[in-house]
């Protein structure tokens, strides 16, 4: 038992899920200049396609998009997902990609893919760990200069 809770995200709660990503690699990268973040967390949540891991006291573990279908209309797409500084380490990436994973299989998905950069090498391990391979990289995808890794994970494959 993870202890973690999975909720669809309400946009009272907005600012919090962006402090999860605060201080980030990607943070640096992507978000620290405007807000695009909060844009893009906004739309996310009216699209319904935010989700967060919730402790037993309600505080914010982490937060995911997940956007079904979103890869070439075939599977579950992991668009974004990040755990709040002090969880980190504790199991709620884990429990994210877990709930991720079953929506998926829920879907009929066959498999599940993200993108992840270059850059970001501790997530890159993090999905290796569970089981995802690199399909390919597509050099400056978002950001010149930044290649993203295609990651892929079959379903009905056991975690490492
Ligand atoms: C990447 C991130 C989501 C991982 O979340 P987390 O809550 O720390 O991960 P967990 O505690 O659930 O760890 C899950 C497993 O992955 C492994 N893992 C986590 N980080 C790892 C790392 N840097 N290297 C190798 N393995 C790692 C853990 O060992 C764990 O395995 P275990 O359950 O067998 O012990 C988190 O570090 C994060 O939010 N980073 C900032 C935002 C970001 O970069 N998001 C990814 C954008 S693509």
Redesign the pocket.
């Known amino acids: 038992m993870s202890g973690f809770t999975l909720s669809v995200c309400s946009i009272s709660r907005l600012e919090e899920y962006v402090d ?2 605060r201080g ?3 943070w640096d990268r992507y978000f620290s200049d405007g807000n695009r973040l909060q844009r893009s967390l906004r739309k996310a949540v009216e699209r319904e396609e935010l989700w967060c891991a919730l402790t037993p006291a309600g505080k914010i573990a ?1 937060v995911m998009r997940v956007v079904p279908n979103g890869f070439c209309g075939l599977y579950h797409y992991l668009s ?4 709040s500084p002090l ?9 994210l990609m877990g709930e991720f994973e079953s929506m998926a299989r829920e879907g009929g998905s066959v498999r599940t893919c ?1 993108l ?2 270059d850059f ?1 090498v ?2 890159i ?2 999905y290796k ?2 089981g995802y391979w690199e399909l390919g990289i597509i050099p400056d995808a978002v950001k010149s200069g930044i290649s993203e890794h295609v990651m892929l994970k079959e379903l009905d494959s056991v975690e490492a």
């Open positions: 999860v990503f980030s690699s990607i982490g974004l997902i990040g755990t969880a980190r380490g504790t199991g709620a990436g884990r429990f993200l992840v950069s970001n501790q997530a391990d993090f760990a569970l």
